[in-house]
């Protein structure tokens, strides 16, 4: 709470200064290229990605609760057919069909039954399958290693980084974006600074990632 005071989402170099502080340093510790903060939860972040990102053959990893909030937002996509979209159990992995895919969809842990995917084995499937790989890293930024594997990550203020609630950020490499026919979930109205970001979960993340190593 130390970090939080009255700031502007423009022309406020204090609010600047702290947020590209913490971009770079979740930037650095998730090794992704580009990060954009939004003010609204994980789910949020996933729509707005899906939308931006995820298009053709897309395989979901069925693990529980959360990876069916997954293939729940890709089935109500305009630009993915539902026929495009397979739902795969985790523990038939290896049954999978010898087919290429653009997308694996997974969550990195399921918090909903408490399971933790093996995330070395999902990246050798999306290689083996030439798909890009999308993991919902809500409950595992912060607690769990190699989120350089994927090339779209999505995940919250709290939790593993111990922040307020109510920012969420989309994190990605150089792949191509797509265009929407919203202006909210368009991309790059968030890499614009088009709406109100989340000010002062920004500030709480400042106060926080100054001193991260010894939240862990």
């Not at 895919?101 to 290689?127: G, H, M, P, Q, R």
């Amino acid at each position: 709470l130390t970090e939080i005071k009255p700031c502007f989402g423009r022309n406020d170099d204090q609010y600047k200064e702290a947020k590209g502080f913490v971009i770079k340093y979740l930037c650095k510790m998730t090794s992704h290229k580009n990060l954009i903060s939004l003010q609204g939860s994980a789910t949020l972040a996933i729509e707005i990605a899906i939308a931006n990102f995820c298009r053709g053959k897309i395989l979901v990893i069925e693990t529980g609760y959360y990876s069916k909030r997954i293939y729940n937002i890709l089935t109500k996509q305009n630009n993915i057919s539902s026929q495009n979209i397979d739902y795969h159990s985790y523990d038939l992995l290896s049954q999978l069909p010898k087919e290429n895919y653009d997308w694996i969809l997974c969550c990195y842990t399921e918090t909903s039954c408490a399971f933790k995917v093996d995330i070395n084995l999902i990246k050798k499937i999306s290689n083996d399958l030439n798909a890009k790989l999308f993991l919902d890293a809500t409950a595992s930024i912060g607690l769990e290693q190699n989120h350089k594997l994927a090339d779209v990550i999505c995940y919250s203020s709290c939790k593993g980084l111990f922040g307020l609630t109510g920012a969420s950020f989309i994190a990605y490499n150089e792949i191509d974006i797509f265009s929407t026919n919203s202006i909210y979930l368009d991309i790059y109205t968030h890499i614009s600074n088009g709406v109100t970001g989340p000010y002062h979960q920004i500030l709480s993340l400042y106060g926080v990632l100054q001193n991260y190593p010894k939240y862990l």
